[in-house]
């Protein structure tokens, strides 16, 4: 199956951690990439290949993979991290074509 | 850095067709593979279609398949997508994003869309 999927949404205190998961078969074989999107702006790359995080991403947001689930951690949380945060993965051509249904993602 | 703008959204009635285009600046439009991906009001992200960087190659999601087609200006650094038989679920705001891949003994290891448009958006209704 390429269906990923994805808790609806989770909430986290201000500073603390939160792990939000995306869960497929093909994430077996193949690497997931994470993006944060807030209401009326472009979607921003924090993660990518399950783990690397691009220049200009906090390091306190981190990727891990184990097995068929990729995570997404933010570790201590703050209140501009409240968004919707959708992984994303390849098909099997090779295009970046799949994504989660996208997790919300509230700091309190 | 990286810009990318979008333009061409609007109001269009089901059946009609409109064209987007993505105004690209900032890096070697001419090299890299280029995509649409589209978020209806409420709902998540949705791939829609991908060009690489030189037209040879196309792909479509299934639900644009037949309809819509993606195409490049190399020369004016300019991204499009024709959307022909436009229907109530293709209502969303349109990205154009910049693909990005990593490469390793030469062969692609990580594809991933590095940079994002703002969006533009796209009403169908009668």
């Known amino acids: 199956s390429s269906e990923l999927t994805q808790d609806p949404a989770v909430s986290v205190a201000l500073g603390q951690t939160v792990r939000i998961t995306c869960q497929g078969d093909?994430?077996?074989?193949?690497?997931a990439n994470w993006y944060q999107k807030k209401p009326g702006q472009a979607p921003v790359l924090v993660i990518y290949?399950?783990?690397y995080r691009p220049s200009g991403i906090p390091d306190r947001f981190s990727g891990s993979n184990s097995g068929n689930t990729d995570s997404l951690t933010i570790t201590g949380a703050q209140a501009e991290d409240e968004a919707d945060y959708y992984c994303?993965?390849?098909?099997?051509?090779?295009?970046?074509?799949?994504f989660g249904p996208g997790t919300r993602v509230s700091v309190l | 850095q990286v810009q990318l703008v979008e333009s061409g959204g609007g109001v269009v009635r089901p059946g009609r067709s409109l064209r987007l285009s993505c105004a690209a600046s900032g890096f070697a439009f001419s090299s890299y593979g280029m995509h649409w991906v589209r978020q209806a009001p409420g709902k998540g992200l949705e791939w829609v279609a991908v060009?690489?960087?030189?037209?040879?190659?196309?792909k479509y999601a299934d639900s644009v398949k037949g309809r819509f087609t993606i195409s490049r200006d190399n020369s004016k650094n300019t991204l499009y997508l024709q959307m022909n038989s436009l229907r109530g679920d293709d209502a969303a705001v349109y990205f154009c994003?910049?693909?990005?891949?990593?490469?390793?003994?030469?062969?692609?290891?990580?594809?991933?869309?590095?940079?994002w448009g703002q969006g533009t958006l796209v009403t169908v209704s009668s």
């Open positions: 093909s994430l077996r074989n193949h690497y």
């Open positions: 060009i690489s960087y030189d037209s040879k190659t196309k």
């Open positions: 994003a910049k693909e990005e891949l990593t490469t390793i003994f030469g062969m692609v290891k990580y594809v991933f869309f590095d940079s």
């Open positions: 994303n993965s390849r098909d099997s051509s090779g295009n970046p074509s799949l």
């Open positions: 290949g399950d783990n």
